[in-house]
């Protein structure tokens, strides 16, 4: 069955004890969701073996690491990152920063941290 989702029916979610996460579409073989990074804050280095992820930003500025390699993104931007290629997002700037990342299959429970390169 359809069903219109939006912030305020997704299932909420907290990680890395101040960001936050919500499920927008939740199933074995697709998941998007959408996250909101605080300035300074970031996720651990790891990979994933099988997802394939696609970061998308909505609104801030964001830095992801990618195999060693940084790229800096803006609002309207995204990238695409490949199973087994070890990444890192973070906020570096003093503003919160909105995206989304969608994930085939999905990439909860397909995690690796690994220590942080950078």
């Given at each position: 069955?359809?069903?219109?989702?939006?912030?305020?029916?997704?299932?909420?979610?907290?990680?890395?004890?101040?960001?936050?996460?919500?499920?927008?579409?939740?199933?074995?073989?697709?998941?998007?969701?959408?996250?909101?990074?605080?300035?300074?804050?970031?996720?651990?280095?790891?990979?994933?073996?099988?997802?394939?992820?696609?970061?998308?930003?909505?609104?801030?500025?964001?830095?992801?690491g990618i195999d060693g390699q940084l790229y800096n993104l803006s609002a309207n931007e995204g990238i695409e990152v490949e199973p087994k290629q070890v990444h890192?997002?973070?906020?570096?700037?003093?503003?919160?920063?909105?995206?989304?990342?969608?994930?085939?299959?999905?990439?909860?429970?397909?995690?690796?941290?690994?220590?942080?390169?950078?």
């Amino acid at each position: 069955m359809n069903k219109v989702v939006n912030k305020e029916n997704a299932l909420h979610y907290i990680w890395g004890e101040i960001c936050d996460g919500w499920h927008l579409l939740d199933n074995d073989k697709l998941s998007v969701i959408m996250e909101r990074v605080p300035p300074g804050k970031s996720e651990k280095m790891h990979y994933h073996n099988e997802s394939r992820q696609f970061f998308f930003i909505l609104n801030g500025k964001a830095v992801i690491g990618i195999d060693g390699q940084l790229y800096n993104l803006s609002a309207n931007e995204g990238i695409e990152v490949e199973p087994k290629q070890v990444h890192q997002f973070r906020n570096e700037s003093e503003d919160d920063v909105k995206f989304i990342v969608v994930s085939s299959p999905k990439s909860h429970g397909d995690r690796v941290d690994v220590e942080n390169l950078s």
